[in-house]
């Protein structure tokens, strides 16, 4: 969904969900993006125009502040909640 190393941007989106749309338009297989997927924003932004998410950096951010205990673990449900609610959503 972009170039360079994984964050999604704000100014970054308009153009991953771009990316998307013509990947979408070439293509009836599902269309994943990924690499710099963090927040709910982000899916909300590129709803409509991909059927899938992959989140990775943010999962690790979690793990390096928090560790592998169950604080860590709660975050990580807090934010799958949060992108599942905003992939919902609409």
Same mark, same amino acid.
């Given at each position: 969904s972009r170039?360079?190393?994984t964050g999604m941007r704000r100014e970054r989106e308009r153009a991953a969900r771009e990316l998307a749309l013509r990947v979408r338009a070439r293509t009836e297989l599902p269309v994943a993006v990924g690499f710099g997927i963090s927040e709910p924003g982000h899916v909300r932004a590129l709803r409509g125009a991909a059927d899938a998410f992959v989140v990775g950096s943010a999962l690790?951010?979690?793990v390096g502040r928090l560790g592998s205990g169950p604080p860590a673990r709660e975050a990580i449900r807090s934010l799958a909640r949060s992108l599942v609610a #905003? #992939? #919902?959503s609409g």
């Open positions: 170039t360079g190393v690790v951010d979690i #905003a #992939a #919902a």
